[in-house]
């Protein structure tokens, strides 16, 4: 108060010395005013009243050197322009004389510049905009010489009017008319695609719903920016929107002849029909054979021998297949390895580094026990995954074998293989002998003849263990002769329980993707056999869910509802009915709106399961699409709080107790766990619900940093079955991806007090750092096993998830994403989610009898590599840089794309997050996006320090 009072008094002192300073101030404003601006403003002034001239030809010259004198001034725009500036003030006049003049050029004329003046007119609500109003009543003339703020003002209120006339229509029942908002927009578009503004013209497209004629603006210059625009815009719009923006893209790729980034496109929209219209346009043999490649890594091979795809050259026709099969993929994996000269077998004790950890382990002899061998056991098949040989199997060292020999031969290798696999216990050699197939991953020829023997084997869980690994050998990879499905399809239907599970489980690794019509007709009786154990069962529905992945094959969707329509409600208490519906869910992987009437039949069904299948059905259904609609729905789910302690149905008498380990509804029944633990099936859906956020929102980082924050809610405020889960989804989130922030929240969970939530944080650690060697997880990992080493359980995950991050010695992945995080392969994702779906249940899936359910996790196995090859496809080394890489979407000018980076030659390793680009002009890569296998062919252009061309 005081401080205002001083001035107060002053101003009394000094009334007229204030008054003298308000004319100085007022002499200063005319000051500030030069000569040539006061000049300029009265003669401004002067057309203003002039445009109101009854003379037309006073008006009409008045007007125009108004509109010169504007746009002289918008060329040099440093600051507000002076013609505007005097002007403004006179608008209301100049609206007036608009409305008195009659029809005629003087009268467009003046709308021009009234739309101009009004750009900075404040909008008024169910109104058209100003500028936009007189706009449209203005002269034909090019917008663009009235600048660019004006034309970027227009498209904005062009969007305003448009949604404006949409609700007005709505709310009449009458039909809205676009036209002159259509035919300003047919002026828009192609100014901002000629002044390097495309994401302003795609913007503006996608606001009146017209991005059909986006295609015929773009050209060599700007499709790059344009289509990358597009691509991201994807991310962020509702369905049916996303895809037609990404057919808009495709269509642009195909009129320029950028044929291998209209397959990455063809792939993001995932329709059959796209895919096989750009493997027809492709013409060069080069690029054809590129184009084989990326559809090899997605996991989605075309028809080439028949259908609209063939191939009349049988010599090409071999050629692609082999690419298209994956069949070199070992080849190229080895090449990779004895380039960093990591060729050598690693034992489990090599990772363990027991000798690193403080006196907390036991003292004394080491005792042999099961649970450590089946730990060993994992770790080996992990670290030396698709080597082709280890030191527990396939060599005499570690196996203290009765033959020696390298495991070269099938006999060698067959002989040391048997000493390790009776280290295990019963179930534990199905495991131990299914690791071969790890170690010989990819590798069909070589690898089945050494399985073979395991075929034979008096013990049931070695057949079984061996047929596994049949599967495993053929992952990702197919072969002409089609031996898996020889060496399986009789396993299918025998006695035993384990063969059969192995046998099934084999068919699902081997044909994951294929959609191969034999493998359904022989699960498909599996499933609906009411006499079939269910945990067999629900494996055949894994299987079929893995074949015809995000397929919605009507036979099988048919099967797995009839199962859990039919099955009494006994088998549904059952933990192995939740991988039933997981199977059903995988059908409809990323399918979006097609799963709604699968949904509904899902609520017809036993309360037991509906909502669990409905839960898994959305999840699977709109994984990858960051729908926000349904997250948002995950997380209320989420929050809710079910009574378990309430009364029993009647129907429900036993629980998930121990008995239900045994996996086939009958034991189920005699495991009763008490009143406490009767209805915690109540919450089973919950845990489905937090996976389902880290599903929906992996598609983009925002997404992906958005559910992070949603995560630490729900592990401080959820109930038991969501902070269960918690962990699990942020393993999804982050795949082979290890960021501080994640793994140090992950630690801190694993040694939370709740056993299940410190269990699956355990395991989430080895899936979040899958394949990176990170030395920091690794110690992180060594003090959890020196921690939990009394406790066997966790013991043993936390060895598994050592292993894990030793994956194939830090040159394999688990991340489903590729092609620079654009694309995500939906039979890696089926992989993780089945592994995923074991972890809420670890108690009767890994920590129980089916403990080589983790094998499903190598369906998502790929080598983390950039390899060059020439057009011969021989491997060919080039300098590339290596960096992490820089969103430059919607950027000026040609930013750089990646920072930090090293330079190497090829073949490199790529972390996640990390992007190449060539180093050198003497080759041109066929692909945009440096990952994988990528040819390579000279540049005609370049030539070297002699001055001679390339040859």
């Given at each position: 108060m005081g401080e205002e009072k001083a001035p107060a008094e002053g101003e009394k002192k000094t009334d007229d010395g204030k008054k003298d300073g308000q004319t100085k101030k007022g002499e200063k404003k005319e000051v500030e005013l030069s000569e040539e601006d006061a000049a300029l403003k009265e003669n401004l002034e002067l057309m203003v009243t002039r445009s109101a001239d009854p003379e037309a030809g006073v008006a009409k010259l008045a007007m125009e050197t108004m509109r010169s004198s504007i746009k002289s001034a918008t060329s040099s725009m440093t600051s507000v322009p002076k013609p505007l500036k005097f002007l403004r003030p006179h608008l209301k006049t100049l609206k007036e004389t608009y409305d008195k003049l009659v029809e005629g050029d003087n009268r467009k004329l003046l709308a021009d510049i009234i739309s101009l003046l009004a750009m900075t007119d404040a909008p008024v609500e169910n109104v058209m905009p100003e500028s936009l109003k007189y706009r449209l009543v203005g002269s034909d003339e090019d917008i663009g010489t009235w600048g660019h703020e004006y034309v970027r003002n227009l498209a904005s209120e062009i969007g305003t009017e448009y949604h404006r006339r949409q609700e007005d229509a709505a709310a009449d029942g009458t039909q809205a008319n676009f036209d002159d908002l259509v035919t300003l927009v047919n002026v828009i578009v192609p100014f901002h695609m000629q002044h390097n503004a495309e994401p302003e013209a795609v913007d503006l497209l996608i606001e009146v719903e017209r991005l059909d004629l986006l295609a015929s603006h773009v050209n060599e210059g700007n499709h790059v920016r344009t289509c990358l625009y597009l691509f991201s815009c994807s991310s962020y719009l509702p369905e049916p929107e996303d895809s037609e923006v990404i057919k808009v893209a495709h269509d642009i790729f195909m009129k320029v002849g950028k044929f291998t980034d209209a397959m990455r496109v063809a792939l993001r929209l995932g329709v059959q029909e796209i895919m096989e219209k750009t493997f027809i346009a492709t013409t060069d043999k080069q690029e054809r054979r590129q184009l084989c490649y990326m559809l090899a890594r997605h996991g989605h091979p075309l028809r080439l021998d028949e259908g609209p795809c063939e191939v009349t050259d049988s010599d090409e026709l071999e050629e692609l297949q082999n690419i298209m099969s994956n069949s070199n993929l070992s080849a190229n994996y080895l090449t990779l390895a004895r380039d960093l000269d990591v060729m050598e077998a690693k034992l489990p004790e090599d990772i363990y580094k027991t000798h690193l950890m403080e006196g907390r382990a036991p003292a004394g002899a080491a005792v042999d026990s099961a649970r450590a061998n089946l730990a060993a056991t994992f770790v080996n098949a992990f670290v030396n995954a698709g080597f082709g040989h280890d030191k527990l199997l396939t060599s005499s060292e570690g196996g203290e074998g009765e033959t020696a020999g390298d495991g070269a031969g099938a006999t060698a290798g067959a002989g040391s293989n048997v000493s390790w696999i009776f280290k295990n216990k019963d179930h534990g050699k199905m495991s131990a002998a299914a690791s071969l197939g790890s170690v010989l991953l990819w590798d069909v020829e070589d690898g089945l003849p050494r399985v073979d023997n395991y075929l034979y084997s008096m013990e049931h869980q070695v057949v079984a263990g061996g047929l596994l690994a049949v599967g495993l050998i053929n992952v990702n990879v197919r072969n002409d002769c089609d031996p898996a499905y020889g060496l399986l399809y009789e396993s299918v239907n025998k006695e035993n329980s384990s063969v059969r599970i192995g046998a099934i489980m084999g068919l699902g690794l081997a044909y994951?993707?294929?959609?191969?019509?034999?493998?359904?007709?022989?699960?498909?009786?599996?499933?609906?056999?009411?006499?079939?154990?269910?945990?067999?069962?629900?494996?055949?529905?894994?299987?079929?869910?893995?074949?015809?992945?995000?397929?919605?094959?009507?036979?099988?969707?048919?099967?797995?509802?009839?199962?859990?329509?039919?099955?009494?409600?006994?088998?549904?208490?059952?933990?192995?009915?939740?991988?039933?519906?997981?199977?059903?869910?995988?059908?409809?992987?990323?399918?979006?709106?097609?799963?709604?009437?699968?949904?509904?039949?899902?609520?017809?069904?036993?309360?037991?399961?509906?909502?669990?299948?409905?839960?898994?059905?959305?999840?699977?259904?709109?994984?990858?699409?960051?729908?926000?609609?349904?997250?948002?729905?995950?997380?209320?789910?989420?929050?809710?709080?079910?009574?378990?302690?309430?009364?029993?149905?009647p129907t429900a008498t036993a629980s998930e107790g121990e008995g239900a380990g045994a996996g086939t509804g009958a034991g189920a029944a005699e495991g009763g766990g008490g009143d406490g633990e009767s209805r915690e099936w109540l919450a089973d859906p919950q845990s489905v619900a937090t996976l389902g956020v880290a599903l929906i929102a992996s598609a983009e980082e925002l997404g992906s940093d958005m559910a992070v924050r949603a995560y630490d809610h729900l592990i401080q405020y959820g109930d038991a079955a969501v902070r269960k889960a918690a962990p699990v989804g942020l393993a999804l989130l982050h795949i082979s991806n290890p960021k501080l922030n994640v793994t140090d929240l992950l630690g801190r969970l694993s040694h939370d007090s709740n056993e299940d939530v410190a269990?699956?944080?355990?395991?989430?650690?080895?899936?979040?750092?899958?394949?990176?060697?990170?030395?920091?997880?690794?110690?992180?990992?060594?003090?959890?096993?020196?921690?939990?080493?009394?406790?066997?359980?966790?013991?043993?995950?936390?060895?598994?998830?050592?292993?894990?991050?030793?994956?194939?010695?830090?040159?394999?992945?688990?991340?489903?994403?590729?092609?620079?995080?654009?694309?995500?392969?939906?039979?890696?994702?089926?992989?993780?989610?089945?592994?995923?779906?074991?972890?809420?249940?670890?108690?009767?899936?890994?920590?129980?009898?089916?403990?080589?359910?983790?094998?499903?996790?190598?369906?998502?196995?790929?080598?983390?590599?950039?390899?060059t090859v020439d057009e011969d496809g021989k491997p060919l080394p080039v300098s590339v840089r290596v960096g992490q890489a820089v969103d430059v979407v919607g950027q000026a000018g040609r930013p750089k794309t990646i920072t930090g980076f090293q330079t190497h030659t090829t073949p490199v390793l790529l972390s996640a997050g990390d992007r190449a680009e060539l180093a050198t002009d003497k080759y041109i890569a066929l692909v945009s996006v440096l990952e994988g296998v990528v040819i390579l062919k000279p540049n005609p252009l370049w030539l070297d320090e002699s001055g001679e061309a390339a040859p």
């Open positions: 994951a993707g294929t959609q191969k019509e034999e493998v359904q007709e022989l699960l498909v009786p599996v499933v609906t056999d009411d006499l079939t154990p269910l945990d067999v069962a629900a494996f055949a529905a894994l299987s079929l869910g893995l074949v015809f992945v995000g397929t919605c094959h009507e036979e099988c969707v048919q099967a797995i509802v009839q199962a859990l329509m039919l099955r009494p409600e006994k088998d549904l208490e059952d933990p192995f009915a939740h991988f039933l519906c997981l199977g059903l869910g995988l059908l409809f992987l990323q399918r979006q709106g097609e799963v709604e009437a699968t949904l509904e039949v899902a609520k017809t069904l036993s309360p037991r399961i509906s909502e669990f299948l409905q839960v898994t059905l959305e999840a699977c259904a709109y994984a990858g699409s960051g729908n926000v609609l349904k997250v948002q729905a995950m997380l209320a789910r989420c929050g809710e709080h079910p009574d378990l302690e309430g009364e029993e149905p269990q699956t944080a355990s395991l989430a650690l080895g899936i979040v750092g899958a394949g990176t060697n990170n030395a920091r997880l690794a110690g992180q990992l060594r003090q959890l096993s020196s921690y939990y080493y009394k406790d066997p359980s966790l013991l043993f995950l936390v060895r598994v998830s050592q292993g894990l991050v030793h994956l194939g010695k830090g040159l394999l992945t688990l991340s489903p994403s590729h092609s620079d995080r654009s694309l995500n392969s939906n039979v890696a994702l089926a992989g993780l989610i089945i592994s995923a779906f074991t972890m809420l249940d670890m108690k009767h899936t890994i920590l129980g009898k089916h403990h080589y359910m983790l094998y499903y996790l190598l369906v998502a196995a790929q080598p983390r590599m950039l390899m």
